[in-house]
């Protein structure tokens, strides 16, 4: 993506205007976005850190044969993260039918992936820790490897999606509101773009816990059919500059699935134009850096509130609006594009 190319070292108001220059330029023509930066990519995955309990089918199911589970955890084995850090796993069920993307089985055998590789990553000594978020009690119901390593070497705190906050944008999206990429339609939208939003500050709240130390809020499907994207998400709190917030990027590159610039709006809705620019994989921040961050998330929620032209956003937008206004609190130099 073009946006690699500028970083918080520039004037934050040229940044800005740099960056909605170089989307609109995108939007025009595609190709550019491929010759803008030279960075590698990521590995295919999908984009959201709410993982949903469904009953559908879906496409991009792991290989939970023995010999692909031996490869993908042979991988990330290896995976390691940088001293006081701190990981946690993001996950909240909704009934079966919420949500057309993903099947039960899909996240049953993507969590029994993340919590057989969490521990390998983890060091006590190092102070490298990891925690459980969301629905603990299904997840031990359902997947007996968390099961194994909660509360022993992962800590777990229940939270139901009844529980959390932001509750109006429930009431404020649409229910015509196609997905962001306007795929599918997805049943109580407004209930999944809650869950959504909360991550973002949850991953907040959690961080400041351990103001100097960094956190990482991951995606319970964060491994799924490969380990590159696990094991970069590891490797976030070792390059991440202070004061910025680190996530990779929707790719701009033609033919990407699920690309940054697919035309001028989004979710169905020609008044949607916010570009998308951010994939909310995973989010590395620190602590101290939080108030800011969440100060200026806020802004852009309530901004996304009052369009009432447009009527759908998600987190990632609310991310991708800040991106554009305050490019100053995202780390563009050391996480490249996500190419899913």
Not at 87 to 101: E, I, K
Not at 219 to 243: F, Q
Not at 315 to 324: D, P, T
């Amino acid at each position: 993506m073009a946006s690699a190319c500028l970083s918080a070292r520039h004037s934050p108001a040229l940044v800005a205007a740099l960056l909605a220059a170089m989307f609109v330029l995108e939007l025009m023509f595609p190709a550019l976005g491929e010759t803008l930066c030279s960075e590698p990519v990521e590995a295919p995955c999908v984009s959201s850190l709410l993982q949903v309990q469904v009953s559908q089918a879906s496409r991009g199911e792991p290989d939970m044969s023995p010999e692909g589970h031996r490869k993908i955890m042979g991988a990330v084995s290896r995976a390691r993260t940088s001293p006081n850090t701190h990981l946690t796993l993001y996950y909240v069920t909704m009934p079966p039918g919420t949500n057309n993307r993903h099947s039960n089985t899909h996240y049953i055998n993507t969590l029994s992936q993340v919590c057989e590789a969490l521990p390998m990553a983890l060091d006590p000594a190092q102070n490298i820790t990891a925690s459980f978020l969301g629905s603990v009690e299904w997840v031990r119901k359902h997947v007996p490897m968390c099961e194994r390593v909660f509360d022993d070497q992962v800590t777990s705190r229940e939270l139901a999606e009844s529980a959390l906050g932001f509750t109006e944008v429930e009431r404020f999206i649409r229910p015509s509101c196609l997905d962001k990429h306007a795929v599918n339609h997805v049943p109580q939208f407004g209930k999944l773009v809650k869950i959504w939003i909360n991550k973002v500050s949850l991953a907040c709240a959690v961080a400041e816990q351990h103001p100097d130390d960094v956190s990482l809020f991951m995606d319970a499907n964060i491994i799924r059919t490969n380990a590159a994207t696990y094991r970069r998400a590891l490797r976030a709190p070792s390059v991440l500059a202070n004061g910025t917030v680190g996530m990779v990027r929707y790719s701009t590159e033609k033919g990407a699935r699920w690309p940054s610039v697919t035309g001028k709006h989004w979710f169905g809705n020609r008044n949607c134009t916010t570009p998308a620019i951010f994939v909310a994989k995973w989010i590395a921040v620190r602590g101290r850096d939080c108030p800011r961050f969440m100060a200026n998330f806020h802004r852009a929620y309530q901004s996304l509130l009052a369009d009432n032209d447009c009527g759908c956003f998600d987190e990632e937008i609310v991310l991708s609006k800040m991106g554009l206004e305050n490019p100053e609190l995202f780390d563009w130099q050391q996480f490249s594009n996500f190419v899913n």
